[in-house]
């Protein structure tokens, strides 16, 4: 990095490529926000600072072909949204210099960087599915279904940890986030467990794949069960602290059941869910969610738009009775914790038990987002039942 006079920000690592990371991570919010995201430093900046914070923001925003970013000289003003922004982006006093060849290069090598960019998938009604892919082609293929609503970036973890081995695929929710060219959302056509569950087959479809292992995260695990229920191409699965409707077959948490009531008003229609949306844009939002990954947390909840679609489609997930889905013979590994107070473990025991080749595995750390942490042991779990259920997918390679 250059030494020569400061001309703009840079977060705790004093790294341009670090800014500029954080800015293409924190871009499922402001493309999909109705006007420009404001930002504050992590302290005022002495001086001219700011202007010259947002001059190279301007500037790398445009080389990232990312929405402009506001500079606002301190975080009252901000929404919940916005200060998740803001704290993923750390900018601190300008201390650096980028000319224009350097920040050019930065762009390119972060728009490239792994995951890379999106590939845009049609589901079978004509939506538009925001995908990504990496690992050998030619290798047994996983599928990552994440949470409704969470930003790809929530799921990278998992997909850097197998694509070593595995063709990782995965994609973003259906309606819920915005193209990279400005187009804003597209029209949510469906939104039943069935629809979500047939944008899995048509991930596998865009990519070439004939068959692949389904891996449920939270509510992405009912989306497995629908997706395995309804196809044989879906070989084998492991659904992780997943967030089932079983009837009276297991309790849920108060987590559960406070979503499921919120979900089920905001998608009685709009209206319902601009003025919950006023409530959740209040700073205090941010209090309840881990803050190295609110960014991706807050994100269905950042727009009454979002809030509404997500009703219906994370209401979806959470209300249709997973029950009737557990004849599916595929090997599956199901895996919880005591420790989750999210999603109660004992909807995992439940579908374990009734699984016709379930196995079930209880760790004894752990709380619900962890899941999505790929820690070591997690990996180490998931990496030996795959070996185990892809050795005929390896054999015939």
Not at 171 to 178: N, Y
Not at 204 to 223: K, S
Request: net charge negative; proline share 7%; charged share 20%.
């Amino acid at each position: 990095m250059p030494t020569s006079t400061a001309v703009g920000a840079v977060p705790d690592t004093g790294s341009l490529s670090a800014l500029a990371r954080a800015l293409l991570d924190t871009a499922s919010l402001t493309r999909v926000m109705p006007e420009r995201v404001r930002v504050a430093p992590v302290e005022p900046f002495p001086g001219d600072g700011t202007s010259s914070a947002q001059a190279l923001l301007d500037r790398l925003t445009g080389a990232l072909g990312l929405p402009e970013v506001e500079m606002v000289p301190e975080p009252g003003p901000l929404s919940a949204a916005e200060l998740a922004v803001s704290r993923r982006l750390a900018l601190r006093p300008p201390d650096s210099a980028a000319d224009e060849d350097q920040l050019e290069d930065v762009a390119r090598q972060v728009l490239t960087a792994f995951p890379g960019r999106p590939i845009v998938v049609p589901a079978y009604d004509g939506s538009p599915l925001r995908c990504w892919a990496a690992g050998p082609e030619d290798a047994p293929a996983v599928a990552v279904v994440s949470a409704c609503g969470m930003p790809v970036g929530l799921a990278s973890n998992w997909l850097a940890a197998l694509s070593s081995s595995y063709r990782v695929v995965t994609w973003e929710s259906r309606g819920l986030f915005a193209g990279d060219d400005g187009s804003g959302l597209s029209e949510l056509v469906g939104h039943s467990l069935d629809v979500q569950g047939d944008d899995l087959l048509a991930v596998l479809d865009g990519f070439g794949i004939p068959r692949a292992h389904a891996m449920g995260l939270c509510g992405g695990a009912a989306i497995a069960l629908a997706a395995t229920a309804r196809s044989d191409r879906i070989t084998s699965m492991s659904l992780w602290h997943g967030d089932y409707e079983l009837g009276d077959e297991a309790p849920k948490t108060a987590h559960q059941r406070d979503v499921e009531s919120l979900l089920a008003m905001v998608a009685r229609g709009r209206q319902q869910a601009a003025g919950m949306h006023r409530l959740m844009s209040r700073p205090a939002t941010l209090e309840a969610l881990r803050q190295d990954i609110a960014h991706y947390l807050i994100h269905p909840y950042a727009t009454s738009e979002l809030l509404y679609r997500y009703g219906l489609l994370n209401g979806a997930i959470m209300s249709t009775d997973c029950r009737p889905l557990l004849t599916a013979g595929q090997p599956t590994l199901v895996v919880t914790s005591a420790k989750d107070t999210t999603a109660h473990p004992a909807g995992s025991e439940f579908i374990a038990a009734h699984l016709p080749r379930a196995e079930l595995r209880s760790m004894p750390e752990g709380d619900h987002l962890t899941a999505f942490d790929a820690g070591s042991e997690l990996v180490d779990l998931a990496r030996e039942f795959l070996r185990d259920v892809t050795t005929e997918d390896r054999k015939g390679t």
